[in-house]
C-alpha cells in the first residue's frame, strides 16, 4: 500500500470520525489528544504504516 493510499484512507477515516487522529505537523506523525482515546491495535499498525512509508519516500 502506498504513503498516499494510506494517508488517504486515513483523512477519511478522521472525516467520518470528526477528529483528527494524528499530528502530521512533524516527519513523524503523532496521536493527538483525540487519537489516544480510538482502539489502540488500529492505531498502532497505522501510525507505524505511516513511519514505514515516510521512511520510504
Given at each position: 500500500m502506498s504513503q498516499s493510499a494510506v494517508s488517504q484512507q486515513l483523512a477519511r477515516l478522521e472525516?467520518?470520525?470528526?477528529?483528527?487522529?494524528?499530528?502530521?505537523e512533524s516527519s513523524h506523525p503523532q496521536l493527538?489528544?483525540?487519537?489516544?482515546f480510538?482502539?489502540?491495535?488500529?492505531?498502532?499498525?497505522?501510525s507505524k504504516t505511516l513511519i514505514i512509508?515516510?521512511?520510504l519516500a
Open positions: 472525516k467520518e470520525l470528526g477528529i483528527s487522529l494524528f499530528n502530521r493527538t489528544k483525540e487519537g489516544r480510538y482502539p489502540m491495535p488500529y492505531i498502532s499498525f497505522t512509508m515516510q521512511n
